[in-house]
């Protein structure tokens, strides 16, 4: 009954990984050249902000991040890409998802309790209802699927819950039960330091992380000092349990290959870490040039993505809008 649609949205807080690459902006454009859904893309602005954003670093971050998506192949014209906070019913249908959704619902979301943390006194509101937000800019679209990564799981349930309140409170079949796309065994990228830890741009050591904007040497030079044990590369994925920076290093390797984990050990079984990081790097350092050299390009052209993103609004409005208007008729409103 409902039309395939995938959303997704990336905030705009700054720096993009190689982790936030492959576990996400990249599987993206796949789904958009797998065909059979329409994929609808975001950045979103009004994510970012329920904690504090410098003004200018927000609209220079929300470029960078518009910017990462084209050059990882987003097509602005096959997806829908664009900025949340130029599609106001984002926030209309959010207002209407507030009072659907209950206080104690809220209070259980595991990140809210790890972000608030002890001081919840002194957390934003939108803090709180950031949840809502996120089932809104998934139900705006009817959207009927959204990859998510293990952290995004348990809001993708609050999002049924919402919409299954709605259609039971007002008596109607309108919001689809989204359904999760949940990432492949490889998609989560662990920190180049610590295997156990996930790759992210909140960590302090630089060193931890591949960056999008990072250079050649950079890369290299950041895989060549990744932690590893001193043992050779199994022959079998299922025996690099308890070795989390090889399994991480095998893992990049497969998804920056686009193969099974299972076909990257028939080519890299065996090998021990002096042939296969410098393997590993210039690989890393081919797939990931372009991406960061187009990235280059398209910030030194600020207007042209602010027009591409303007037509991007404007196209996901034509959808939205009467999704919209359809809840305010149903609510009486
Ligand atoms: P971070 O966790 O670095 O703050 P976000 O939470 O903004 O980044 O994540 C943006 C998107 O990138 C999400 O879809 C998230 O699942 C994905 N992502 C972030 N870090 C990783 C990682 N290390 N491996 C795989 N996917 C990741
Ligand atoms: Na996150």
């Known amino acids: 009954r409902f039309t395939p649609r995938v959303f997704s949205g990336i905030q705009p807080s ?24 329409q994929t609808i893309y975001c950045m979103v602005d009004m994510h970012a902000i329920t904690v504090w954003q410098d003004p200018a670093a927000l609209t220079r971050n929300t470029r960078e991040l518009a910017a990462g998506y084209l050059a990882a192949g987003i097509d602005p014209e096959r997806s829908i890409l664009f900025n949340q906070s130029r599609v106001p019913e984002h926030a209309q249908l ?14 259980r979301m595991t990140q809210w309790k790890d972000k608030a943390g002890k001081n919840a006194e002194n957390a934003s509101l939108g803090l709180f209802a950031y949840p809502a ?32 309140k709605f259609n039971h409170d007002y008596g109607v079949e309108f919001f689809p039960m989204t359904e999760p796309v949940i990432e492949g065994t490889g998609t989560r990228v662990m920190s180049l330091r610590d295997g156990t830890r996930k790759m992210s741009k909140s960590d302090p050591s630089d060193a931890s992380r591949i960056n999008l904007t990072d250079d050649a040497d950079a890369i290299a030079r950041k895989i060549r000092k990744a932690r590893t044990d001193p043992d050779p590369l199994p022959q079998d994925y299922k025996a690099l349990d308890g070795r989390p920076e090889a399994r991480n290093l095998v ?29 590993l790097a210039d690989l890393a350092v081919e797939k990931l040039a372009p991406v960061s050299a187009e990235m280059a390009r398209l910030m030194n052209d600020p207007a042209e993505i602010d027009r591409i993103m303007a037509r991007g609004a404007e196209r996901a409005r034509e959808i939205a809008a009467p999704i919209l208007a359809e809840t305010y008729r149903i609510t009486g409103m």
């Not at 679209?141 to 349930?157: C, R, S």
């Not at 893992?251 to 393997?279: C, H, W, Y």
């Open 14 to 37: 700054g720096g993009l990984t190689l982790g936030n690459y492959l576990g996400a902006i990249k599987r993206f454009a796949d789904m958009q050249e797998a065909g059979g859904h």
């Open 94 to 107: 959010a207002w209407i998802f507030n009072c659907v959704a209950r206080m104690g619902w809220m209070g």
């Open 133 to 164: 937000l996120m089932a809104a800019d998934i139900l705006v679209y009817h959207a009927t699927h959204v990859p998510v990564g293990e952290d995004q799981k348990q809001h993708l349930e609050l999002t049924r819950d919402i919409a299954a």
């Open 251 to 279: 893992n990049i390797f497969a998804a920056l290959r686009d193969i099974s984990t299972d076909a990257a050990m028939a080519q890299v079984g065996g090998q021990n870490f002096g042939e296969f990081k410098p393997m």
